[in-house]
C-alpha cells in the first residue's frame, strides 16, 4: 500500500492555512504576565506570555507599537489583543500583538476594540460620510469642560489666529456618571445654534477619565451631527471611538482650533497677494487687448475699399509696366530677327549680286537664262546689269 510523504514545509503550510481559517484565531484577546520580554533594534518587540499552567511566544512588530501608551516590564499583567498564526520556518505558532494594554485597564480596552469593530463594521467610519471642513467660519462650537486647559487653549489660539470668529461655548460635563449625556446635549444644542464648525473633545488623562467620548451613544451623535465635528480628546497619543467617527482628528484642543479656525492676518495677506495678481492681470490683458486692436485697426485698414482700390491700382499699373516691357522685348527681339532676315535676304537678292559685277540674262519673253542650253545662235538676249540694261545677239555658244 502506497504511502503519502509529505515535506517539512508541506506540513508547516497546511498547519499554518488551519490557523488562518480559524476565525477566532485571528482576533482575540489574552490575558497573561509579561516574560522574556526584549525590545530589538528592528523596533519589534518580544516575549512570552504566561499564566500558572502555560505560556505563549508573543511578538510585537514596529509597525503596531504606536499604540502602546507604556513601557512593558517583566512581571507585567497585560491583554494582548491580535491573531495567532504559525511561523512556518520554526514550525511554531506565536501569538502577533496589535494593541497590549495593562490588565487594569484591559477590560476597557476589549471594550473600546469591539465597540470599534462593531462602528466600522456599521459604516460609521466610512471617509464617504466625512464632511469636509469649511475654510473660512464666523462661529465655532465648543463641547468641553468651562474649565480647563483645552477651553483656555482653545480660546486663546482662536483669538490670536481670528479675533473675529465668534466662540460658543457649551460647558460639557467630559467625565464621570454624567458626562455621556452632558456631550450629546452639547452636540444636538450647538447644531441647534447653526454654528460652523463644532471642536468636542477635553484635555489628556488615563483611558478611565476618557472613557466617555468611547461610549456608543457619543459616537452616534457626532456621525449624526448636519455640523462638521473635529475630534479633539487628550493627547496626541491617545485614540478614542470620536477620532475614528468624526469628520476630522485633532491630535490636541489646540491643533483643532488651528485647523478650524483661519488665520486673518494670513487671510489678509493672501488677498493683498490675489489683489496684487488681479491688477497685473488686468493690466497685462489690457496691454493685450491694446496690441490686438492695433492689429485690427491695421488690418481693416487694409481691408477697406480705399484700400483695396490703392492695392488694385498698383497691381494694375505693375501689370502695365510689365505689359509694356514684355511688348518692348518682343519687338527688340522682332526687330533683331527680321533685321536678320533682311541680311539674308540681301544675300539672296539678284540686286545685291547684280551690284557685285554680275550680269542677269534673259530671253526676249523676260525668262531668266541660266544654262547654255537653253540659248540657241541668233537668239536676241537681255542682259541687265546694276546700273541698266542692254540687248545682245548669241552669235556663237561653246559648252564648257
Keep these: 500500500m502506497a504511502r503519502s510523504v509529505y515535506t517539512v514545509t508541506q506540513v508547516n503550510g497546511y498547519i499554518k492555512n488551519m490557523f488562518t481559517q480559524d476565525y477566532m484565531l485571528q482576533s482575540l484577546f489574552v490575558r497573561g504576565e509579561v516574560s522574556n520580554c526584549k525590545y530589538h533594534s528592528s523596533g519589534h518587540i518580544y516575549f512570552t506570555l504566561k499564566d500558572q499552567n502555560g505560556t505563549i511566544a508573543c511578538v510585537m512588530f514596529a509597525g503596531n507599537r504606536s499604540g502602546l501608551k507604556f513601557q512593558m516590564k517583566e512581571g507585567q499583567q497585560v491583554i494582548v489583543g491580535g491573531s495567532v498564526d504559525v511561523y512556518p520556518r520554526d514550525g511554531k505558532y506565536q501569538l502577533y500583538a496589535r494593541q497590549i494594554a495593562l490588565d487594569g485597564a484591559g477590560d476597557l480596552y476589549v471594550q473600546f476594540e469591539q465597540l470599534k469593530r462593531e462602528l466600522e463594521e456599521c459604516g460609521m467610519f466610512a471617509p464617504e460620510y466625512k464632511k469636509p471642513i469649511p475654510r473660512y467660519i464666523k462661529t465655532l462650537g465648543v463641547v468641553t469642560a468651562s474649565t480647563g486647559a483645552a477651553v483656555r487653549d482653545i480660546i486663546q ?83 478614542t471611538i470620536i477620532d475614528f467617527v468624526s469628520d476630522l482628528r485633532a491630535p490636541t484642543p489646540s491643533a483643532a482650533a488651528e485647523l478650524a479656525v483661519y488665520e486673518f492676518d494670513a487671510l489678509q495677506e493672501e488677498m493683498a497677494a ?94 531668266r537664262l541660266s544654262r ?29
Design 274 to 367: 490675489y489683489e496684487q495678481a488681479l491688477k497685473q492681470a488686468m493690466l497685462r490683458n489690457i496691454r493685450n487687448y491694446r496690441d490686438q486692436l492695433k492689429i485690427y485697426d491695421m488690418r481693416l485698414k487694409h481691408a477697406s475699399p480705399q484700400s483695396k482700390l490703392r492695392d488694385k491700382r498698383t497691381y494694375l499699373m505693375r501689370l502695365e509696366e510689365q505689359l509694356n516691357a514684355r511688348m518692348e522685348s518682343l519687338l527688340k527681339a522682332k526687330r533683331h530677327r527680321l533685321n536678320l532676315y533682311i541680311e539674308q535676304m540681301k544675300g539672296l537678292s539678284p540686286l545685291a549680286r547684280l551690284q557685285s559685277g554680275y550680269a542677269y540674262l534673259a530671253d526676249d519673253a523676260g525668262k
Design 157 to 239: 489660539i482662536t483669538r490670536r489666529r481670528n479675533p473675529y470668529v465668534q466662540i460658543i461655548l457649551y460647558p460639557a460635563i467630559v467625565q464621570g456618571e454624567y458626562a455621556v449625556e452632558s456631550i450629546v446635549k452639547g452636540i444636538h444644542a450647538l447644531e441647534a445654534q447653526g454654528v460652523d464648525v463644532m471642536i468636542v473633545g477635553r484635555g489628556g488623562g488615563s483611558i478611565e477619565d476618557l472613557w466617555a467620548f468611547n461610549e456608543r451613544e457619543v459616537a452616534q451623535a457626532v456621525f449624526d451631527c448636519s455640523v462638521p465635528i473635529i475630534s479633539a480628546v487628550g493627547h496626541e497619543t491617545d485614540t
Design 372 to 400: 547654255v542650253s537653253d540659248m540657241q545662235v541668233g537668239q536676241e538676249v537681255t542682259i541687265r546689269m546694276q546700273d541698266g540694261s542692254a540687248t545682245a545677239r548669241i552669235k556663237d555658244i561653246r559648252n564648257s
